[in-house]
C-alpha cells in the first residue's frame, strides 16, 4: 500500500498508508487534516487505483503542488514531493515503514530517493566500446 511521509514540524515526520481514497483538507471530516489557514476545508484527494496513484486538487484556493508545479491533477511517482498550503509531504509507492530518522532524512534531503534508486540500478553498457 503507497504511503505519505509528511513533515509535522521541523525535527518531526508522519507517515500515512493511503486508502483507496484519502481526502487532504483543514475540515475535521478530512481523512489528512492539516490545520491552516492555507489549506480549503476539501482541498485534494488522493486516488489508489490499480494500476496508478493520482492526486486531484478539489478547487482549493491556494492549489496543491507536486514538484513545486501546480496541478489540478496527476498521476504521482515514488518521491515525488507535494505541497498543499505551507505542509511538504513525500509520496512513496512502496508499503515500507521508515524509522523516525529515516522519514526525516528522505523529507530534508532532496533528491535522497532517486539517488538511492540510482545505486541499485544496473550499469549502462558502453555505448563505444573500444577494441583492443
Not at 508545479?69 to 515514488?78: F, K, Y
Request: include cysteine; charged fraction near 25%.
Amino acid at each position: 500500500m503507497p504511503r505519505l511521509i509528511m513533515m509535522v514540524s521541523a525535527s518531526q515526520t508522519k507517515q500515512l498508508a493511503l486508502d483507496k481514497e484519502t481526502t487532504i483538507g483543514r475540515a475535521s471530516g478530512a481523512d489528512v487534516v492539516i490545520d491552516s489557514d492555507q489549506v480549503s476545508r476539501m482541498h485534494a484527494q488522493i486516488t489508489v487505483g490499480p494500476a496508478f496513484v493520482t492526486i486531484k486538487d478539489l478547487g482549493s484556493r491556494n492549489g496543491t503542488f507536486v514538484n513545486g508545479e501546480r496541478i489540478d491533477s496527476q498521476v504521482l511517482a515514488h518521491g515525488d514531493n507535494i505541497r498543499i498550503g505551507a505542509c511538504e509531504m513525500r509520496f512513496l509507492a512502496t508499503d515500507q515503514e521508515y524509522t523516525k530518522v529515516e522519514a526525516l532524512r528522505l523529507m530534508t534531503i532532496p533528491g535522497l530517493l532517486v539517488d538511492l534508486e540510482m545505486l541499485n540500478a544496473p550499469a549502462k553498457p558502453d555505448r563505444n566500446p573500444r577494441l583492443t
